[in-house]
Each structure stands twice: as C-alpha cells, then as structure tokens.
C-alpha cells in the first residue's frame, strides 16, 4: 500500500513539472510562481512559507532556478527519487520541444501561428504571476511588521526602477534577517547582566 | 567532443548563479570563444529560440546546442551536464534546509527574505506583462496591444473569481488570442 502510495506522488509529481515546465515562458520567477500555484494553491502539498523558502534557495545556488527549485519541491515530496523525477519532469519538455524545433527550424520561424500563440500566451502566464503576487503580498501585509512590508516594498522598487540583481535583493534581506535574529539574543544578554549588577 | 560539451556545460551549470539570463555569456563563452564550435550568429539565433520557446532558458540552449552539435546524444549529454551540479548542491541545501527551518533564528532569517521573493516574483511578473502588452522591453504607449490587455484582464479577472488553474489561463489565452488574431 505504501509502495502504491509513493508511486503516485512520484506520478503526480512528474506530471505536475512536466506540465509547469511545458508552459513556462522567461525567467525562472515564472516558473516559481506557477509553482506556487500548483503545489501551495492547487494541491496542497506545500506552505506558502516553505515555497518562497524554496524560491529564495532556488535563485541563490549556481544553475538553472527551475532545476534548482524541482530538486528541492522532489527532495521534500519524496527524497532522492522524488528530486529524479521532478528534474525528469522540468527538463524533459524543453528537450522535446527544441529537439523538433532545431530539426524544423526555419518552418518554426516562419510560422506566423506559433508567434502570435507565443506572443499572446505571454499575457496568460502574466496574469497567472499577478494573481499569484496578489495573494503573497496580501500575506506579507497580514503580518503587520513593517519589517517586512518595507523590505518587500524597498526590494521592489530597487527590481523594478533601478533594475537591482535578483541576488544582491536576497543577500541584503539574509544579512537584515541575520541582524533581526540577533538583536533579541543581545537584549537577552545585556539584561541578564544589568540583572547581575542589581 | 561529447566529452568536451558535458565538461563545459557542467561548468555553466556551476557558475551560473542567478537563472538563465546568467548562463548565456557563460555558454557562449564556452562554446563560442574557448572551443569555437559555432559562430556568434548562429548562436544569437539559438538565443532567440532559446527564449521564444517554454522551458528554462539554460535548459533550452544546453539542448539546442548539444542537438545542432552531436545530435540527440548531445542534447542529453548537455543538458545533464547543465543540470548535475544543481541536483547536489540544490540537494545539501534542501537536506540542511527541512533540518534547520523549525528553529527559531533560522525562521527569523527565511522570514527577512520572504518578502524580499514576493517582490522579485512580481518584478519578474511585470516584465513579462510589459513584454506581452508591448512586444519588447520597452514601454511606448501607442504600441500597446489591445487584445493582449483583454486577454489579460479577462485572465486575472477568472483566476481571483473562479480559480482556474494556471495551465488553464495560459492554454486559454494561447488558443483565444491566436483565434483574435485570424479574424482580425
């Protein structure tokens, strides 16, 4: 039964990142937030924390940031054979579909279909990144920390108007989150001294 | 040769922090300069390919220049290759991540860094909006694209309303706007 069991995770893990990776456009942001809306929003296997956890680790380590976050959601979902499967799964499409392309290359360039479908798919995924934002910034406002509503706010602007490095954002945001888990621990001391004094 | 290709693509695969806009120079400092196996138009072409096509742009380029240069062997080859050193990095880093992420300070951290995604993820959102609603990364308001701000709309509008799924908005708007688009 348990055998069964994890076969069907694997089963659905590889068909959710063959699909997510067979419609992706861009960057690897895009990937992450289809992700999110897969795993955290349409199956329920991961929390939201755990998968900008994961976004945050995926865009911070060498290569791809689709490979790097399968081999993280396939290690959570089922250890070594489930990060197997979800690179099986995010790889595969792209090979298949550049296989037969650079087999049928000049077809494929002239073909006006394929450029609008591409051109126009483009505000789908799109709008599937913004209702995916939506949801995520409407979390970080719940937390009422202005920590963290001006970082995500200052990260933006510094993104989109002064076109900042995705990893100079996070690396500046894991050095505040360094300074913000200390602060307490310090406190912690200088009071158990004063206390020491009295 | 085959040999040479896993070795150089398992390099842009190690040093290529940051997603695909990353690995380009890296591959074609490999490919183009150190080996000389393509010229740097055929290469731009593949680029272009490269980021027309869904799939990740570093995935993509690994199998179209494996496949232009060795065939499907080669395209297997490049793309593992491209792929290996993440898989034992991204696998540490998950192992040490489950194992520490319930402690307190290590919680405060990922914490700072959480908004800091949800801003990137909506950069990352606006561009490809801008790149769908103009046809290129630059803003000029009478090139906007009627259909595309349609598609758009009507797509956020069933997401928030009816929780679609994310295949179903993206296939939709591929088949609905190439439908416009022949009528028009």
Redesign the interface.
């Known amino acids: 039964m348990k055998e069964k069991n994890k076969f069907k995770i694997l089963w659905q893990l590889f068909k959710a990142t063959f699909t997510l990776s067979a419609f992706t456009f861009g960057g690897g942001f895009v990937i992450v937030s289809l992700m999110k809306k897969k795993f955290v929003e349409e199956l329920g296997w991961l929390e939201e924390d755990e998968m900008l956890d994961i976004t945050a680790i995926a865009q911070s380590s060498p290569g791809p940031i689709p490979i790097n976050a399968s081999v993280i959601l396939g290690y959570r979902m089922a250890g070594i054979a489930g990060t197997l499967v979800a690179i099986l799964g995010t790889a595969l499409p792209p090979m298949i579909v550049i296989s037969l392309i650079s087999v049928f290359y000049t077809q494929f360039r002239e073909n006006q279909v394929i450029a609008t479908a591409l051109q126009v798919m483009r505000a789908g995924v799109a709008a599937v990144i913004f209702d995916v934002v939506i949801n995520l910034a409407k979390n970080v406002v719940k937390t009422k920390r202005a920590l963290y509503i001006g970082l995500m706010t200052v990260a933006f602007i510094a993104t989109v108007v002064f076109d900042v490095s995705a990893m100079l954002v996070i690396l500046v945001c894991l050095a505040i989150g360094i300074i913000d888990a200390v602060i307490p621990v310090i406190r912690k001391e200088v009071v158990a001294k004063e206390e020491a004094k009295i | 040769m085959i040999l040479q290709l896993f070795w150089s693509f398992i390099q842009v695969?190690?040093?290529?922090?940051?997603?695909?806009?990353a690995?380009i120079p890296l591959i074609q400092n490999q490919i183009v300069d150190i080996h000389k196996l393509m010229t740097l138009q055929e290469f731009t072409d593949l680029i272009t390919?490269?980021?027309?096509?869904?799939?990740?742009?570093?995935?993509?380029s690994a199998?179209?220049v494996g496949?232009?240069l060795a065939g499907?062997p080669g395209?297997?080859i490049c793309?593992i290759g491209?792929?290996l050193?993440?898989?034992f990095?991204?696998?540490a880093?998950?192992?040490f991540?489950?194992k520490y992420?319930q402690l307190?300070?290590?919680q405060?951290?990922?914490?700072?860094?959480?908004?800091?995604?949800?801003?990137?993820?909506?950069?990352?959102?606006?561009?490809?909006?801008v790149?769908?609603?103009f046809?290129s990364s630059t803003i000029v308001l009478r090139d906007i694209r009627i259909?595309?701000?349609g598609?758009?709309a009507v797509?956020?509008f069933l997401?928030?309303k009816y929780?679609l799924?994310?295949?179903q908005?993206?296939?939709?708007?591929?088949?609905?706007?190439?439908l416009i688009?022949?009528f028009i």
């Open positions: 695969g190690m040093f290529s922090v940051g997603g695909g806009y690995a390919i490269a980021e027309m096509t869904p799939g990740p742009i570093s995935i993509n199998t179209f496949t232009r499907l395209a297997i793309t491209c792929v050193p993440s898989f990095i991204c696998l880093l998950a192992f991540y489950y992420r307190d300070g290590v405060k951290v990922l914490s700072a860094m959480r908004p800091a995604v949800v801003a990137l993820i909506a950069s990352a959102g606006i561009s490809i909006l790149l769908g609603l046809g259909v595309e701000l598609l758009f797509g956020l997401l928030r929780k799924s994310a295949i908005i993206i296939f939709g708007t591929g088949v609905a706007g190439t688009y022949s």
